[in-house]
């Protein structure tokens, strides 16, 4: 299959626009920016639309796909009922990083929902999104870009990588402004849980609704909690490299950084340091790359799937990151880099 390439970094092109809806109202695939990440949409009303997007990335047919809609009058008829939390969170948070986990209509077909009764649903804060999803009918369910098991693409060059020649339209819309995916709240629990950290925090949410816990799940290794989201059970953003994450303080952690990389090198391993910009000059071993400032933690955020795809390509044998528990953040950097690390952390 040819994948056009539709150029809409300066802004929407209508004639492209109006293509890519005849696309996904036909049955197609399109990939297309949002301010998370890029996302791979098909029309969610359409079974076999939205069954090409597990072959397109290979992946796992129980894991659910989330449902983005342009406007708030396009959530009443997939959902049984909107709760008031939802509505709340909707005015605070939408168009925006939040995805919400409702009790699902009869209108969602199960293939998209992985069987599950319930549906995922997310207004991106993208204006080529919003118009994407208008064009294609109004309902685009739409995972992360990525083939399954790499890091999500954050640049539509990354999507080329992955999907070329297996999805008819990728959308060019310039590098994404927040880098990791959204946060996930369930909201059919008696209390709202996170079912995976993002941009808008735990501490945002609770400001507008109140309570809300973390999924016991997220960080556990113990089998008896499993993540509630099916996605979040997979090793996700698997670098081919081995990754360790070094924690401690400034010093040490940059001592014992230094330290490891130069023994990789001499037992003849290629390998790559992530730092944040206050430490990289501190490091003379290995290829370093700097994934932003602590100061201004969206820049990490921003660009820590596209270091992680530069190492594999790059072949880098052994990857020694620096940890960036940042305030708002944080906790969705963290929860991204200890799975690719497969929870190999070392305190120093
Ligand atoms: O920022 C984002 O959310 C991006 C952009 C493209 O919108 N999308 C995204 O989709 O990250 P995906 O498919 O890569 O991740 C969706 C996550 C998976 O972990 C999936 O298991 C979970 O959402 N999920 C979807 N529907 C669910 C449901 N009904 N119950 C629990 N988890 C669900
Ligand atoms: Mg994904």
Known sequence: MNTIWADMRDGIDDGL???????????????????????????????????KIYSAKGRPSD????????????????VRTVP????????????????????RSSLVPSSVTGGLDTVAVRMPDHPVALSLIQAGGGYIAAPSANTSGRPSPTTAQHVRDDLNGRIEMIIDGGSVGIGVESTIIDLTETLPMILRPGFISIDMLRSVIGEVKMDPGLHSEDPAFRPKAP????????????????????????AAIDQLARSAISRGLTCGIIAADEDASAYHAGIVRSAGSRAKEITISQHLFGILREFDDLGVDVIYSESFDTPQIGAAIMNRLIKAAGHHILSV
Do not use: C
């Not at 626009?17 to 996302?39: C, D, H, K, N, W």
């Not at 979040?232 to 081995?242: G, I, N």
């Open 84 to 103: 008031r939390k939802a509505l709340v969170l909707a005015h605070a948070f939408w168009p925006g990083p939040l995805t919400m986990i409702l009790d």
């Open 63 to 78: 894991n659910p796909l989330i449902v983005h809609i342009h406007r708030l009058d396009s959530l009443d008829p997939i």
């Open 231 to 254: 996605g979040m059970k997979y090793r996700h953003y698997a670098p081919r490299a081995e990754l360790t994450i070094v924690e401690g303080s400034e010093e040490h952690v940059r």
């Open 17 to 51: 626009m109006e293509e890519a809806g005849r696309i996904l109202q036909s049955g197609g695939l399109v990939a297309f920016p949002t301010e998370t990440v890029y996302g791979l949409g098909a029309n969610a009303l359409d079974p076999e639309a939205s069954a």
